[in-house]
């Protein structure tokens, strides 16, 4: 039963490159098939419950300006508020969403309230999936919004803080995998310090180390089968985050024997805010081996903070797309949009508008990364730039057969000085564009 919150808005279909049709997808057709297989497999969209049904429109400066029916502290609300977020999922024929525990369900007055909240709210999530065949990409626990986590969860100088934590996200993981989720995410949203003046960071990382073993273990003893996530993020609101970037975190999961267990969700506007671009997080964590999903929105170039913005530019996602392409691909991962409206934007139609516009950018992106994939537009210059490392002795030097003084030898006996060759920057940059 429709709730009649979006109005007479129909199913987004696709209408094709020539359409003006605002509610249409100019270059998104699931069905199409790109390098062997459907887009909708490729790019696996998910939206998230919490910017688009929880955040109020409020800024650092500014209160409220989205009103919601059921922006109320009450299961009636949430209820509401699933059957609302359905209905938005099945108008843009999505195959997944994500929430956090506090996303769907009102805080207890203990956590055993909280908990049983959380279960009778997975009733309905579970029907609603049932009846419309919409998949949980992720769960997650919100462990940063309560002022009991002012002074992180997992990296509190409180044990009993660290405790209610690690309850709350088996609480959360026990009905991720009752919903079928295909991952559970770790977003440590105040997991670093703010003064280094009344902080160990040596017992912080230690409880942080401790922590994710922990959620780990449970993980197998449990029989959960999708895949523990990290998400980086290196600042806001903590001053320095642990979780700063793919490497500094797979520098920790190394460090605590969970490189092979963790992979990480990687999300544009954190990249940025870490001084990075989203592709070199990417390709970062494809190296490591250790990517595993994303979050595709983007910062406002001119904040210093995270705007979260819905993806508009087909060059930046088209790069991304080409290093995940590179990587194999997404299995349990896949794009969530992790972004949420302007604060001016107020109608319900905003909101439709704004995924569509964000879907068809990501398929127009992936389809341009493919076709660069698929006529190794740079993989090919790319590979002669190396090619000097196949040949017998380079192999042998990688391969640790050769000493210092071996390799000094050999070099001391050429007749002519090795030269630099071209890197082709602006040439490569060129045939990008040829592809967006």
């Not at 197998?220 to 895949?227: E, V």
């Not at 001084?275 to 190296?287: D, I, P, Y």
């Not at 909101?351 to 990364?369: E, N, P, Q, S, T």
Request: glycine share 8%; aromatic share 12%.
């Amino acid at each position: 039963m429709s709730t009649g919150f979006f109005g007479d808005i129909g199913r987004i279909q696709f209408e094709g490159p020539n359409s003006t049709n605002p509610f249409a997808y100019r270059f998104y057709d699931p069905d199409e098939k790109v390098l062997g297989k459907r887009l909708e497999d490729h790019l696996r969209f998910a939206v998230c419950y919490w910017h688009s049904f929880i955040w109020p429109g409020t800024d650092p400066f500014g209160g409220q300006t989205f009103e919601r029916p059921w922006f109320a502290d009450t299961m009636e609300a949430a209820k509401l508020k699933a059957n609302v977020a359905f209905e938005l999922f099945s108008l843009l024929g999505v195959p997944y969403y994500c929430f956090h525990d506090a996303d769907v369900r009102p805080e207890g007055a203990t956590l055993t309230e909280s908990i049983i909240r959380l279960h009778d709210i997975a009733d309905t999530l579970e029907a609603k999936m049932h009846d419309t065949g919409i998949k949980l990409l992720w769960g997650t626990a919100n462990l940063f919004s309560n002022r009991r986590y002012m002074a992180g969860a997992a990296t509190n100088p409180d044990p009993e803080i660290f405790a209610y934590a690690a309850a709350t996200v088996k609480a959360c993981m026990d009905v991720t995998q009752r919903l079928g989720g295909e991952n559970y995410v770790l977003w440590g949203g105040r997991e670093g310090y703010e003064t280094l003046l009344n902080t160990d960071m040596a017992q912080e990382l230690d409880q942080l180390g401790r922590f994710l073993n922990l959620i780990v273990d449970y993980k197998h003893r449990s029989g959960f089968k999708g895949t523990i996530l990290i998400e980086p993020k290196p600042q806001e609101p903590t001053k320095h985050q642990y979780d700063f970037d793919a490497a500094t975190v797979y520098g920790f999961l190394k460090r605590y024997g969970l490189d092979k267990e963790v992979k990480l969700n990687l999300e544009q506007g954190h990249a940025i805010l870490a001084g990075h671009s989203f592709e070199h997080e990417l390709a970062t964590a494809a190296a490591l081996g250790i990517f595993g999903s994303i979050d595709m929105n983007r910062n406002d170039y001119q904040s210093g903070w995270d705007t979260d913005q819905f993806p508009n530019n087909p060059t930046e996602v088209a790069l991304a797309y080409y290093e995940i392409l590179k990587a194999g691909g997404f299995t349990t991962g896949g794009t969530n949009f992790d972004a949420k409206l302007r604060r001016q934007s107020l109608d319900p139609e905003d909101l439709v508008l704004a995924h569509v516009g964000a879907i068809d950018v990501c398929a127009r992106g992936l389809k341009a990364a493919a076709k660069m994939v698929e006529d190794k537009a740079l993989s090919s210059l790319v590979g002669a730039r190396y090619a000097g490392w196949r040949g017998e002795e380079a192999q042998a030097i990688l391969a640790g057969k050769r000493t210092l003084e071996e390799i000094a030898a050999h070099v001391t006996a050429w007749a002519v000085e090795p030269q630099p060759r071209s890197g082709k920057q602006e040439y490569l940059e060129n045939i990008i564009s040829r592809y967006v």
